[in-house]
């Protein structure tokens, strides 16, 4: 099976295993979620776009933001992107979504990277 999300690819992929944690998403667009802090735990990532597993599910379309935490800096990046797709997961109540990041978020996204030790080439 191809995926037909490949072609939409403008960065490669790194398979980082990390926590976002979500800061808003459209209560119109989610099913099963609360107003407890939620977060995600990362599949890959790369400056544009990241897949992960959420324990909610969420609507393609929705917008998300989220933010990760900047070990070197001590700090936060906040980014935020478009749930482009989901698929229920194995797990019950894990889904995995492919968000694909707002433009403005490459440039930290990309520094975010270089930072991690498994992000670095």
């Known amino acids: 099976m191809t995926d037909p999300y490949a072609d939409r690819r ?6 980082i295993e990390d926590t976002l944690f979500i ?15 939620k ?9 544009h776009g990241i897949q992960a597993i959420i ?5 393609v379309d929705s917008e998300i933001a ?3 935490n900047h070990e070197a800096d001590n700090d936060r990046i906040l980014v935020s ?4 797709w989901t698929k ?3 797990e019950e109540n894990k889904h995995l979504a492919g968000i694909e990041l707002d433009a403005d978020c490459v ?3 990309q520094k975010w990277l270089e930072s991690h030790p498994l992000g670095k080439s």
């Open 10 to 15: 403008v960065s490669p992929r790194a398979e």
């Open 23 to 37: 800061k808003s998403i459209s209560s119109s667009q989610l099913t099963g979620y609360d107003d407890d802090q």
């Open 39 to 47: 977060s995600a735990s990362t599949v890959n990532i790369s400056a």
């Open 55 to 59: 324990d909610f599910e969420v609507l």
């Open 66 to 68: 989220l933010w990760v």
């Open 81 to 84: 992107g478009i749930i482009r």
């Open 88 to 90: 229920k997961t194995a």
């Open 107 to 109: 440039e930290n996204m």
